[in-house]
């Protein structure tokens, strides 16, 4: 009993001696205690790092879900990265940046300092804040470099190691003298200690492993590729920190290093076991690999492609870079080489990056983006080769079916398959139930395949079954617009590739390169396809005013017949506000599920004809056929009704009434041809305009010249003296000049110079500069005006009178710009002399520019001062001379939210929803709040946001409330929310007209559609 106390109190005297060892007054690194820390390395990893870990895991699987793949386009490596709403994973992302935060701060000493470091980049990455995610890992890169001596992480770790091996070797020569037998039982006993911990440690290790398998099974493969690390001579495993780009395998690597270790460094290890166990634990390797991957990544999204490049050839040619990272590098070489459209690069980068990969769902993108590649290059068999290696690494459905698909119509292209035999599998592919949601995709194939022989009308014609099918995949039906649009404007049949065209822009994404010229296209061919469309159409109702009478007739029998067609179809496709169940989309010819009608797998369909509609219409149509349309009445046979003998005459006269009627539905169908010499010459009238207005769009919208001088000349055979004579003309002269035919060219100078030689076009001709002299003295009056307007908005009513007497001199008395220049000094006067000079100012001005719109304005601003308005004495009420500005990128903005209904929506409702939505998708950021009134009067207030440093700022915010609005405002309020410079912000101030502004919004903040 004495003993065990002995024991007991000796095992509590030597646990307290080792804490108080760890107590260390200076917390200098190479100080602290075993059980510090041990406590700092835990602390760190599960109360910080751990929950980081998880946000970031688990948000790459929401952009995942958030990303479609195109596979008509080459796929993105990373689809994670491609995605429209970024902005909606901010709240996860700032959550674990504020924990990685403190892990930095409060457990610096920790070796999961490195790791923190680098899971903070990659969640700036995945915010899409590159800058800062760059930032964060050089800085990880030049503080934790193990083969710097200068780095913060080489002294911190080498310099505590030798410091530790000093006093090892120390003690080693104090206990020499020991005799042999303590000796053995000293190393005996550490032996067995070191088997019990490393059994300790296998077991712990083996439950991290196995927790980490089981939540990142993603990212399996890369900490598989991790079990044989480099030997490290004089690091210990305290200062060594791993992690990945995506939460998951540093467990996995540290269980297997001690072991490389023990077998390359014995004498390491040897060491590093009577050191202390606790280090051991916690062994893993540097993070400052991975940071160089990630770096490189930062900077390929930025368009630094060179420098990334060198990132990667660094890590490269390090010996010690771990397999795992060799393969991530090269998968992001291959990334960087894609960006620059070097295809041989990104083939040879990706290839290595799939033959190191353990992880199947890897293996399989990384296959079929090598597929695409190949056959971009050309390379038919490579790419039909990789294509097969995506099957054999099990894919999910999506995939696989691509992969079979590409197969096919690679094989057909490159004449493996013959043309019918290729037809067949893709319709047999069609007929299947488990492809309903693919046939889009299917009849684009089919498109292009007609495509590959030359077939375009088929090629249209499949492609329209394409977009006809009832698929909610928007991708697919983005292809599919796209190419009928190019397929039409190759052809120059601009009015179905203008609708093509906007029907694209409709479908697809926002970050599509393809997205800004669909945009230009679509608004170039707008106002051409207007004129195409007048053109026709009027055409087409003279020459049916040439027709007779019963051609007419027939004509609108026909046209009435379609439009109930049409108006019955959009009837029975309305009837039901039920929203379509999403397994009607699947639903085969033959298996069939309705609008709002649930298909129950598994369940018998019901033998009851009147369950059965095909029975239903069909005994209808019978019935119809036999008896007509009858009521829904009893004893309804003819012989059996009371009236029958009145029954044929009461049919008699409604078909009567049904033809009188007819006739007035004809007049209305044909109402807008042509009955007489007046109408005809309006018709033609329109045709005239529409065809000059045509031949000036398809210059200036698309660069046609050769079909804009075709409809203009073809104006002046048709209608010889029309009013556009002189500018066609000047227009084609300007048409044939670009086309370098001199001769027409040179044609159609001398008509005009003939015909017009006192008109503007002449002068251009004789004076090419005439004209260009002319806009230079415009936009010098114009820029001098804005010079003035500056100074006195910035309140320097002096400097601004001055130069406004500096304006007849230069300008002189009448300048186009002399009411506004006027009406400046007016309001120059009001800053300076006060209300009655202001006043006596005004009605001066309103005398000495009659008919004006600054008179008008001016006589505004006296009523104003007469009806005693509190805020008439504001004299920068200057709506008819403002003005907005683009002034470039660093300069300050701020974000209005302007409200309507403040009446029946809170102000402070809607500041608490604003706050709210910031603090979702802002947390790092403090904005400033404040709310003044645009309009007293109409009681229109509003918030302002501020400040943003510049205009990508301002934008960025601005786009992030477009993409999330249900969280920014409730839908009862009505508002508009924008950015605006502080300039533009007075001037807004001054208008009080929203709508004025919103033009400039549009063409200077334009939104990514």
């Given at each position: ?223 598989d590729r991790k079990k044989n690390p480099p030997s490290k001579e004089t690091e210990t495993p305290t200062e060594q ?592 002399q006060g209300k009655e000079a202001y006043t006596e100012a005004l009605k001066q001005f309103i005398a000495n520019y ?160």
């Amino acid at each position: 009993m004495v003993c065990s106390n002995r024991q007991r109190n000796y095992v509590l005297f030597s646990i307290l001696l080792f804490l108080l060892s760890a107590c260390v007054t200076q917390k200098r690194r190479g100080d602290i205690g075993g059980m510090a820390k041990l406590y700092q390395n835990t602390t760190a990893k599960y109360n910080g790092y751990f929950n980081a870990n998880e946000l970031v895991y688990l948000t790459t699987l929401k952009l995942e879900e958030q990303h479609q793949d195109n596979y008509n386009q080459l796929l993105p490596v990373y689809d994670y990265v491609e995605v429209e709403n970024p902005a909606a994973i901010a709240p996860d992302m700032d959550q674990a940046i504020e924990k990685l935060s403190v892990v930095i701060n409060l457990h610096r000493v920790s070796k999961w300092t490195d790791d923190s470091y680098l899971l903070l980049g990659e969640a700036q990455f995945l915010k899409h804040q590159y800058q800062d995610a760059r930032e964060t890992f050089e800085y990880l890169v030049d503080e934790f470099d193990p083969d710097n001596l200068n780095s913060r992480n080489r002294h911190l770790s080498q310099a505590d190691a030798k410091e530790r091996a000093a006093k090892i070797k120390e003690r080693k020569k104090k206990t020499s003298s020991r005799s042999s037998s303590s000796s053995s039982k000293a190393k005996k006993k550490a032996r067995e200690k070191a088997i019990k911990d490393n059994n300790s440690k296998k077991s712990t290790r083996a439950a991290e492993k196995a927790r980490q398998d089981e939540i990142k099974a993603r990212k399996k493969a890369i900490a598989d590729r991790k079990k044989n690390p480099p030997s490290k001579e004089t690091e210990t495993p305290t200062e060594q920190v791993v992690t990945n780009p995506t939460p998951t395998s540093a467990p996995v690597a540290k269980a297997t290093e001690p072991t490389t270790q023990k077998t390359s460094k014995p004498k390491e290890d040897k060491k590093q076991e009577e050191e202390t166990d606790n280090d051991n634990l916690f062994s893993h390797t540097p993070a400052y690999y991975e940071g160089m991957v990630w770096l490189a990544r930062s900077q390929t999204v930025q368009g630094n492609y060179f420098g990334s490049q060198s990132v990667l050839n660094d890590l490269k040619f390090r010996p010690k870079t771990p397999t795992g990272v060799q393969q991530m590098a090269a998968v992001a070489e291959g990334d960087n080489a894609i960006h620059q459209e070097n295809y041989p690069l990104a083939i040879l980068s990706l290839q290595k990056g799939y033959d190191l990969s353990e992880d199947k769902k890897e293996r399989a993108r990384l296959a079929f983006i090598l597929g695409q590649l190949h056959e971009m290059t050309g390379n038919a068999p490579q790419a039909l080769e990789h294509y097969e290696q995506v099957l054999s690494n099990r894919p999910g459905y999506d995939m696989e079916f691509n992969a079979k698909l590409k197969q096919v119509v690679l094989k057909n292209k490159s004449g493996g398959l013959a043309d019918r035999k290729a037809l067949n599998e893709i319709d047999d592919m069609i007929k299947e139930a488990k492809n309903a949601e693919y046939r889009d995709q299917l009849y684009y194939a089919l498109a292009e395949i007609d495509l590959a022989k030359g077939d375009r009308m088929g090629a249209i014609e499949h492609l329209k079954q394409s977009v006809r099918q009832p698929s909610q995949k928007k991708l697919q039906k983005a292809e599919s617009y796209y190419l009928l649009a190019q397929l039409h404007y190759e052809t120059d049949d601009f009015a179905p590739a203008f609708h093509y065209y906007d029907s694209t822009q409709q479908f697809m994404l926002k970050t599509d390169e393809r997205l800004p010229n669909v945009e230009k296209l679509a608004t170039g061919l707008r106002p051409i396809a207007t004129q195409i469309d007048i053109i026709t159409l009027t055409d087409s109702l003279i020459m049916v005013s040439q027709w007779p009478d019963e051609k007419k007739r027939e004509l609108a029998a026909k046209i009435k017949k379609q439009r109930e067609a049409e108006l019955a179809a959009r009837e029975n496709t309305g009837q039901s506000t039920v929203r379509p169940d999403p397994l009607a989309a699947r639903a085969t010819p033959g298996n069939i599920v309705r609008p709002g009608q649930t298909d129950i797998g598994g369940s018998a369909n019901s033998t009851f004809f009147a369950y059965d509609d095909k029975e239903l219409k069909r005994g209808l149509k019978e019935f119809t056929e036999q008896w007509g349309n009858r009521a829904n009445e009893d004893n309804w046979r003819r012989s059996l009704r009371p009236d029958a003998n009145t029954a044929e005459q009461t049919v008699v006269q409604q078909e009567a009434n049904s033809d009188k009627l007819e006739d007035e539905e004809l007049y209305q169908i044909l109402k807008d041809v042509p009955r007489n010499a007046q109408d005809l010459g309006r018709a033609k009238s329109r045709i005239e305009e529409a065809r000059f207005r045509l031949g000036v769009l398809l210059r200036d919208n698309i660069d046609r010249y050769q079909l804009a001088a075709d409809q203009h000349e073809l104006l002046l055979q048709d209608y010889p003296e029309t009013g556009h004579k002189e500018e066609t003309y000047y227009y084609l002269y300007l048409d044939y000049k670009d086309l370098n035919d001199l001769a027409k060219a040179n044609q159609y100078s001398e008509a005009i110079l003939g015909e017009f030689p006192q008109g503007k076009f002449a002068v251009a001709l004789r004076d090419p500069d005439f004209y260009s002299r002319q806009e230079s003295a415009e936009d010098k009056l114009m820029a001098y005006y804005q010079q003035v307007f500056n100074v006195y908005t910035e309140g320097d009513y002096a400097q601004a009178t001055q130069l406004l007497e500096g304006v007849e001199t230069q300008f002189g008395k009448n300048n186009a710009l002399k009411a506004k220049f006027a009406l400046l000094g007016v309001f120059c006067i009001g800053g300076t002399q006060g209300k009655e000079a202001y006043t006596e100012a005004l009605k001066q001005f309103i005398a000495n520019y009659p008919n004006t719109t600054e008179q008008t304005h001016a006589r505004e601003l006296l009523r104003l001062l007469y009806g005693g308005d509190p805020n008439a004495s504001r004299v920068n009420n200057t709506s008819s001379i403002v003005t907005y500005e683009d002034e470039g990128e660093d300069v300050l903005h701020y974000f209005l939210i302007i409200l309507y209904n403040s009446k029946e929506a809170s102000l402070n409702d809607a500041k608490s929803s604003v706050y709210n939505f910031n603090s979702k998708y802002f947390a790092n950021r403090k904005f400033q709040y404040s709310s003044i009134g645009l309009d007293v009067q109409k009681d229109i207030p509003v918030i302002i946001v501020r400040d943003f440093k510049t205009k990508k700022e301002a934008m960025a915010y601005y786009e992030t409330v477009e993409k999330n609005k249900k969280d920014f405002l409730p839908d009862r309020f009505r508002y508009d929310a924008f950015p605006i410079s502080l300039h533009n912000w007075r001037q807004l101030q001054q208008t009080k007209r929203v709508e004025d502004y919103r033009g400039f919004l549009d063409q200077h903040y334009p939104l990514r559609k």
